[in-house]
């Protein structure tokens, strides 16, 4: 049984990395398909093939995958994203926000303009989304789904990469927030907090082998996981199987968040 069967499902930031994963993995569970990127057309289409790939291999060649541009930052763009998707789809049932940029910098020598970037795509952008999600939720009675991909960054610092972790510590309570407001209405709100993923994003270390190695040695699972380990989460998240969960962020990260570096006993006197 597929478990997001003839679902609407509109994710941001879907032509690579997490995003791409969970667009493919909402289409093995039968959903529709809104596939957003903001530059990069080419890729998004790669990733609207892989889709399609994937409504074959489980037997739904009728299911729509869409490819809608638009910077998340944007009020005016994100509205006609949705203009868009629900023009294609005539509903939506799920938000993904996982769009996300990061850049790093000694907290010091931060340029605003860059900070101020990182906080439009990272916090602004989730909550123009849900605001524009939970507006067309409400406007059919209520019911429907935003997950927010966030990090394990919301409570682990990040040196060099403080508007980074102040925007996750932002979308917690964001996702928090939301949730508690709109659980009386059917809608539920939660996040997942990815630790280490083979992205392109983190390619700096991932091509590395000595920065790749110092990375997964403070993991207690001693590895980074793949896009698709965290894109099935969203899946459940997505699904009726969390019909009872709201408010919470569910950590995908191999142990991270669990202070890696007490796997040693080093403060007991033992």
Not at 28 to 36: F, K, P, R, S
Not at 63 to 92: H, K, Y
Not at 145 to 164: D, G, L, R, W
């Amino acid at each position: 049984m597929l478990k997001l069967d003839g679902r609407n499902i509109l994710i941001t930031g879907a032509s690579s990395g997490i995003g791409q994963a969970i667009a493919v993995r909402f289409a093995q569970e039968g959903a529709n398909v809104a596939i957003n990127y903001r530059s990069g057309a080419e890729q998004a289409e790669v990733t609207r093939r892989m889709v399609r790939d994937a409504y074959m291999a489980v037997d739904r060649p009728d299911r729509n995958a869409i490819i809608v541009q638009g910077d998340v930052s944007s009020e005016a763009q994100v509205q006609e994203m949705f203009r868009q998707t629900l023009a294609a789809f005539g509903r939506l049932d799920v938000l993904v926000n996982n769009a996300g940029i990061q850049k790093p910098q000694a907290s010091h020598e931060i340029d605003m303009a860059d900070f101020d970037r990182v906080l439009s795509v990272d916090l602004r952008g989730p909550f123009l989304c849900a605001r524009e999600a939970i507006r067309h939720f409400l406007s059919r009675g209520g019911s429907g789904v935003v997950i927010n991909n966030s990090s394990v960054h919301e409570t682990i610092p990040k040196p060099k990469y403080a508007s980074y972790s102040i925007s996750k510590g932002g979308l917690e309570n964001m996702t928090r927030t939301l949730a508690l407001e709109y659980a009386g209405r059917g809608i539920r709100v939660n996040a997942v907090g990815p630790g280490a993923v083979v992205t392109p994003i983190n390619r700096a270390w991932i091509d590395n082998p000595k920065a790749r190695g110092e990375v997964e040695s403070h993991i207690p699972m001693g590895r980074a996981a793949c896009p698709e380990e965290i894109a099935s989460v969203f899946a459940f998240l997505a699904s009726d199987d969390a019909s009872y969960i709201t408010g919470q962020t569910i950590y995908a990260c191999g142990g991270l968040t669990l202070y890696p570096e007490f796997r040693v006993a080093w403060s007991s006197g033992e």
